[in-house]
Every structure is written in C-alpha cells, then in structure tokens.
C-alpha cells in the first residue's frame, strides 16, 4: 500500500484565500485524523472520522475551518477564509480501526501570507 | 481525558552514547502505548509499540517497556546513531469508549553528534 497520500505538499496561499487540503487514508482503514503542527502548540488533534462520519470535532479552531469526509478513500480540510496564524503543517492520519497505531501522511506545508 | 508528560528537550548526544526520553501518562483503563518518531521535513512514523503492561516494544535498537505501576513508557537506546536525529513523540491510546485518539506528547528533539 502506498500509505496515507496528502496533497499538495506545499502551499502558499495569501490572506483572506479558500485553502482545501487533500487526504487518502490507507484502503480499510476506518480511522481518519487531521492534525496541526506548529512551533508553538505541538501536535493538534483537529477533527477525528470513524467510518467516514465527524466524531469529534472539538479541536476545530474556529468556524473557518471544516473538514469532510464523502467517502472511505478521500477526505479534505478547508479554510476560509485564510489567515497568516493558519500557517502550519497539517497532517492527515488513519488507522485500522479505535485505539490502534495510527499511521501519517508526509503532511502539508501551509504559509498564508 | 488521557494525557502525556515527556521529557522535554532538546537532547543532544554523541554518537554511541546512552538515550533515555522520560514518558509519563495518565490515562483511563489500559491504554496501549506508542512512540513515534519524525525525521525533518516528514510525518510521524511509528517507531515501537506495546499493548498490556510489562510488554516490551523494541525496533532499530530502541525500546520501551509498559509500567503500569509507574504509568511510564521510556524511551531507550543503548548506542544511538547520527541518523537518530529525530523528534520523537510519546503517545497512548485508550483503550476503549471515547479513548480513542492518540494523546501525543510535546516532543522531545533529539540530536547526535559525529
């Protein structure tokens, strides 16, 4: 298996810009994660799916920011509008099922300028 | 909910030197228990595991044994490598309910010296 695919790895995007972020989960797994990573906070849960339904989504930071998942095999992220404290790196995870390893994507580079 | 506390770093070492990053956690029920490992510039990968207390996760010369007792998950490595120059992240998982996420821990850089 090819693993967890995100895209693009790279983004730059300016102020005030739609931005939607690209995940594949690893094929049978029911667990999907979106992280953020930053200097500041570290690791942070965004929003959890378990069989392509939104379990928690308490780590969304504000109402810019909203996550889907249409079917077992694509999820995305999407901010707008955009802002420069957005920058980060986002990370799309899956597992097999609860309470298992999970396993990342190589993440996505976001720089809202 | 379940937490992490892990030594912070950043820990510099030479080459074949002794590695020890210090895990706690407090978690509900018997969580299994994970460290991960990111090299620059990647994602997370998972380093070694253990799922049940006194089990021993050992990969590419690093382990860690789960202490129930002591709520603990340590990070070892008798001889560590240059190319273990990494982030490493300590992180349970409960073991059932709404326990499911992984509680990652800040992080503890690791740099080793020639």
């Known amino acids: 298996d090819a693993g967890v695919i995100q895209s693009p790895r790279h983004e730059v995007t300016e102020m005030g810009q739609e931005v939607t972020l690209r995940c594949k989960p690893i094929?049978?797994?029911?667990?999907l994660f979106w992280y953020r990573q930053t200097m500041m906070r570290g690791l942070e849960l965004l929003i959890y799916f378990n069989n392509n339904v939104p379990i928690d989504d308490s780590g969304m930071p504000e109402d810019r920011f909203s996550a889907k998942m249409p079917n077992a095999s694509f999820s995305t992220l999407k901010i707008q509008p955009s802002e420069p404290r957005d920058s980060a790196v986002y990370f799309c995870?899956?597992?097999?099922?609860?309470?298992?390893?999970?396993?990342f994507g190589q993440g996505t580079r976001l720089t809202v300028v | 909910g379940d937490s992490v506390t892990q030594m912070e770093g950043p820990v510099t070492l030479s080459e074949e030197a002794f590695l020890t990053i210090n895990c706690t956690y407090t978690?509900?029920?018997?969580?299994?228990l994970f460290w991960y490992v990111q090299y620059p510039g990647e994602g997370l990968q998972l380093l070694l595991k253990a799922t049940k207390a006194d089990d021993k996760g050992s990969n590419k010369g690093f382990e860690a044994t789960y202490r129930k007792e002591t709520t603990s998950f340590h990070l070892e490595k008798g001889s560590v490598q240059v190319s273990d120059s990494a982030v490493y992240f300590c992180a349970p998982v409960g073991s059932g309910g709404s326990n499911y996420k992984l509680t990652f821990g800040k992080g503890t850089l690791l740099t080793v010296n020639p």
């Open positions: 978690a509900t029920g018997y969580p299994s």
């Open positions: 094929s049978g797994h029911n667990s």
């Open positions: 995870a899956s597992s097999l099922r609860e309470n298992t390893e999970a396993f």
